[in-house]
């Protein structure tokens, strides 16, 4: 008996330990692709000639961290803040658009891409499940959906039982 207790325990921190490296991974990939926009609208900004233009960078660094709602929020005040500076709907409609492509780059292109590869799970599935706990949780499971998911995953990957649906999350 003491040897399934002692093996269930081994399987448990072994999976405790897969979790947190997900985790980990899923949150250097988060900040990466953070300072990315941060740093890429702020190089933009400052070209475009948007005054205080850091302060944009680190407001949209901020901000991506809000799944969806940050990108939105961002190009928004920088589409205001830019019709208030120049007083031209043309100057605010490019620096709205150069704030939506820098997002749109990063949030359907690398974002994807680095999650995936950073923790072995689908695109697809992932995005899904964003979309479910945030509509399940509201803007708390927007930024919890990821590290669920990956605790769902890999705990289906250790169960027999749920083994598919393990395979399924996964690439």
Known sequence: HWLSVAKTRLETLQALDAIDLQVQRYMLVQVFTSALVGVATWLAFLWIGV???????????????????????????????????????????????????????????????????AMRMNPVAVFAGVLTWGWLWGIWGLFLGVPILVVIKVVCDRVDEFKVVGELLGE
């Open 51 to 117: 005054e205080h233009a850091a302060v944009w960078g680190v407001l949209t660094f901020v901000l991506n961290f809000i799944p969806y709602l940050g990108s939105i929020i961002a190009t928004g005040a920088a589409m205001l803040v830019g019709f208030a500076q120049f007083s031209s709907l043309e100057m605010a409609l490019l620096i709205g658009g150069v704030a939506m492509l820098i997002n749109l780059v990063e949030g359907y292109v690398i974002t994807p891409l680095l999650t995936s590869r």
